[in-house]
Each structure stands twice: as structure tokens, then as C-alpha cells.
């Protein structure tokens, strides 16, 4: 880039120009050593656009930065411009190819320096409507030093920045997997990742992909600033080159979501700006994060892409891990549950067998009718209690929350779902192998009374107790195999009387 200058008018008669308070020297130094100051880019540039315009008495200064992946201006700091003049504006032309207000007299002069940082453009920056006529060699050399002070200052300015970016972003991807590890569902895992990465990002959503049975990508996961209406479940469907990349493990970085065509879904009007980012490691794909921002929000630069790459790359770690460390706890509980089955098959049950196997000798050897029927009550409680009990070892053996597999389980879960309700679980027996005989649609016939009868009986006053047996040894009148429900309870109804047990039967 280069710096140029034009001739202006002539100070008007009778119009002395402007003296300053300081000397230009002094003026200049305090301001060299002001822009250096502030670390921080976006208000350093804007010190350096109102400095520039206030030393050389501009009325408007700009300062364009160049975006070096598309060779545009990317951003833009003004002075001396309100919020109406900024609507209106038209080009300039070299050194300065961004707006100035359309009120700027073609006569005006117009002074212009490059900005350079480690020999590299960074931007221009351009004044005009000297308040005095034309600027001077003494305002070219002022310019010519605030550009070169700037280029310093910005180079530092880009180092502290980006230190404190990847800072930002280590701490993040800490926290996530910290949070990741310390349990949680994995839907929960998903939205950890989701609302750490958009808060980093700078996104306004932050959205977890996973590929589904069509062989595409869906939503499942989506944290926003926004409303979220309509985002989650919303699909790439297969053959998408988006897809394609995705699913080899591709980043894909998008100028403009809205307008882009390779985005298809439905949601893409919303965005401008977005990352999505595979979620895999080892060579496992588990998903994708996607960070979009609004329209017209400024874009990702490579830095924030390299930063936001090296995040999904940890979080699918800590997912990985994550998952292993809940498979790991599944695994210690349900050898557990199998340690306590066997140990109650093994002792309890033997013991409590072998105890009714001698109430009753004693029973058949007693002569005397009233201890005959004591021993009696005591031989079928005895065998009311093994049965509850081989139940307990039954549920102890289906895998916790997941939807059993067989006719017995699904009856138990049955009962454990009203037990929530009635706040007592119901006794359960079995008798027959239910399992091996009981099928559908009868299975489904009878899970549908079972629940009438329990819904029932939670209807029920004073109800304590609620007794379920499923019988697959029972008859119908003709003598053809059946299944029989019967569910009985110790409530009253209305009038006070006991209600009758409910009893449902059905041929195998």
C-alpha cells in the first residue's frame, strides 16, 4: 500500500487555523505511547482511528483491516461518523476502499498510510475533510508514524490475544472433560460439550450431530442463545457433500450458512458463520459439533478454527472415556446383582426349602389338630416367601434400565412401575414356565389386564396389599391349556365390602 495526498482549498479569508494546546512533537509522543497501552486489539485500533483524525485535525478517519483470506476489508473503525452518516456511504478511491460519508466534498484531500505488522498488510488508514484545507507534509509524516507505532502495538496486541484465546479455550475443554468424568447421562455428556463449545466459540448454538438409521447426520443435541424451536431432530440427509466430509473425518468451515449450497436443512436461515467439527477418536466417529453464528456476525478465523479443532478433538476423548467409564460401572453393578442372586439361590432359598420340608414331617407326625394347622400356615408361608424371593432373584438378574426382554420381566416391571405409585411393591408369583409358554399377542392381552387391575386397586381405600399371580398351568372349562392372571388386593369399595379378585385367563 502506499500514501497519498490531494491539494484542498485554501483556508477561508478571515479564518485562522487552529493552534494547538501542545507542540505536534509532544502531541505525537503522548499518542505513540497511549496506543501502546491497551492490549486490548478491538479498542487499540479505535484509539489508533480517533488519534490519527484528532493529531492532523481530520474530520473523518477510517481504519480498514484486511481480512487475508479473502482479500477484503473485514472490518471497519471510523471517527467523526454517527450512526446515520455510517448508512449512507460510498467508496473512496486507493488508498482507501471503504466508505466515507456520500457529504465529504470531491475537492477534499485525502490521506492515507498502510498499516504493516512483521511485513505483512494489516490495513489502511485513511482521513479526509481537513478542518483546515489540505493536509500537509508535517500531517503525512504524523500518519506515516502512527502507522508504523500501530503495526508494533497491533503485533503485540495479536500476541496477547491469542494467548489469552488459547487460555480460554484450554481452560474450556478442562472444565468439559472434568464434567464429562464425573458421570452424568449421555445425553448430558452431549449438552456439556454443546454449551462449553458455543460459549467459547463466541457461537450463538451450539449443536451435537449424530448419524442415524437413513445413513445421514441428525440433531440430537442443540444449546442456543435462541429460540431452539425446530433445530433438534432436524436431519442431513445422505449423499450431502457436507455429509460426505463429515462423516471422513472432515472438517467444514462456512462462510454463510443461509446461502451456502451445500447446506440443506431447513434451520441454515438462521446462521452465517459456522464450524462443524467431527467428533471421533480412535478412528471411532461419534458425532459432530457445529457452531453456527448469526448473520452477519464477523467469521471464524484460523486461529479460532485451530482452537475449536483441538477442542472437538478432546471432547470426543472425554466422551470416549467417558462412555467406557459408565460401561465399566454397568459392568461392576450387574455382576453384583449376579453375586447376590446366587448367593440368595444358593442360601436362602436352600435353607428356607429345607426348613418347609421339615415343618411339614413334623406337620404329618403331629396328632394333635391345632398344631396341625399352625404347622400348616407356617409350610405355606415358608413357600410364599421362596417364591417372593426366586422373584427377587429374577428382577436381580435383568439388566437395570433397559426394557426387559422376557414375559417375567416385563411383569415386574409391571408391578415396579405402580409400586411408585401405590407406595408398596405388589407380591408377585409365578407358577409354570411363563416364559417358555406365555407368547404374543396373549402376553400383550395380559400385561393390559394387569394394568387395569392395578389401576383399580390403586383406586381402591385402605389398600396395603396386592397379591399378582400369573399361572401358566391353568385350564380353561374344555380342558385346553391356558395362562391365568389373578390380582387380588385388601382394600374396600364404596360400600365398605372387600373387592373380589380380579382373574383373567387366556388359551396358550
Given amino acids: 500500500m502506499t500514501e497519498e495526498t490531494t491539494d484542498a482549498a485554501a483556508v477561508p479569508p478571515g479564518e485562522a487555523a487552529p493552534v494547538p494546546e501542545k507542540p505536534p512533537l509532544s502531541l505525537l509522543l503522548e499518542a505513540v505511547l497511549s496506543i501502546g497501552s491497551d492490549l486490548e486489539l478491538r479498542a487499540m485500533l479505535q484509539q489508533i482511528v480517533d488519534t490519527a483524525t484528532e493529531l492532523t485535525g481530520a ?10 483470506e479473502r482479500g477484503t476489508i473485514g472490518e471497519l473503525y471510523t471517527a467523526g461518523l454517527d450512526d446515520t452518516e455510517g448508512q449512507r456511504t460510498s467508496p473512496l478511491p486507493f488508498p482507501c476502499p471503504f466508505p466515507f460519508p456520500d457529504g465529504v466534498p470531491p475537492g477534499h484531500s485525502v490521506l492515507g498510510a ?108 442443540a444449546s442456543t442463545l435462541d429460540d431452539p424451536a425446530g433445530i433438534v431432530g432436524t436431519a442431513i440427509e445422505p449423499g450431502s457433500a457436507v455429509l460426505t466430509q463429515l462423516l471422513g473425518g472432515e472438517p467444514v468451515f462456512i462462510e454463510d450458512s443461509a446461502t451456502d449450497p451445500r447446506m440443506t436443512t431447513h434451520v441454515r436461515s438462521r446462521f452465517g458463520p ?31 478454527r485451530l482452537l475449536a479443532t483441538q477442542f472437538a478433538s478432546q471432547a470426543a476423548l472425554a466422551l470416549v472415556l467417558a462412555d467406557a467409564g459408565h460401561d465399566r460401572e454397568r459392568l461392576a453393578v450387574y455382576e453384583d446383582r449376579d453375586r447376590i442372586a446366587r448367593d440368595l439361590h444358593d442360601l436362602v432359598v436352600q435353607r428356607l426349602f429345607a426348613t418347609e420340608m421339615m415343618l411339614e414331617s413334623t406337620r404329618r407326625r403331629a396328632a394333635v389338630p391345632e398344631t396341625d394347622e399352625l404347622l400348616g400356615r407356617a409350610v405355606d408361608e415358608l413357600d410364599s416367601t421362596i417364591q417372593e424371593v426366586r422373584t ?59 394394568r387395569g387391575a392395578l389401576a383399580a386397586a390403586h383406586r381402591r381405600a385402605g389398600v396395603s396389599a396386592i397379591d399378582v399371580e400369573v399361572d401358566a398351568t391353568a385350564e380353561l372349562p374344555d380342558g385346553r391349556a391356558a395362562v391365568r392372571l389373578t390380582v387380588a388386593d385388601d382394600g374396600r369399595e364404596e360400600d365398605g365390602s372387600r373387592p373380589s379378585p380380579v382373574i383373567w385367563r387366556a388359551p396358550l
Fill in 59 to 68: 474530520r473523518y478517519g477510517a481504519l480498514g483491516v484486511l481480512d487475508p
Fill in 114 to 221: 498502510p498499516i504493516r505488522v512483521h511485513d505483512q498488510d494489516f490495513g489502511t488508514l485513511c482521513l479526509t475533510g481537513k478542518h483546515t484545507g489540505g493536509f500537509t507534509d508535517s500531517d503525512a509524516a504524523v500518519l506515516r508514524a502512527l502507522a508504523s507505532q500501530a503495526g508494533i502495538a497491533i503485533a503485540n496486541a495479536r500476541l496477547y490475544e491469542a494467548a489469552r484465546q488459547r487460555e480460554r479455550w484450554i481452560e474450556g475443554a478442562a472444565a468439559v472433560t472434568t464434567a464429562l468424568l464425573t458421570g452424568g447421562s449421555a445425553a448430558d455428556a452431549l449438552m456439556t460439550v454443546a454449551e462449553g463449545a458455543r460459549a467459547l466459540a463466541d457461537a450463538t448454538a451450539g449443536v451435537i450431530l449424530q448419524p442415524n438409521e437413513a445413513g445421514g447426520m441428525e440433531i440430537v443435541t
Fill in 274 to 304: 459456522s464450524m462443524m467439527l467431527p467428533l471421533q477418536s480412535g478412528g471411532r466417529l461419534i458425532g459432530t459439533l457445529a457452531l453456527p453464528r448469526r448473520r452477519g456476525d464477523r467469521p471464524y478465523t484460523a486461529v479460532d
Fill in 392 to 450: 427377587a432373584i429374577f428382577a436381580l438378574q435383568q439388566p437395570p434400565a433397559e426394557a426387559p426382554a422376557t414375559f417375567r420381566g416385563r411383569v415386574l416391571r409391571e408391578t415396579g412401575g405402580a409400586a411408585a405409585l401405590l407406595g408398596f411393591p405388589p407380591s408377585v408369583h409365578f407358577t409354570g414356565a411363563v416364559d417358555a409358554l406365555v407368547r404374543g399377542p396373549v402376553d400383550r392381552q395380559l400385561l393390559a389386564a394387569l
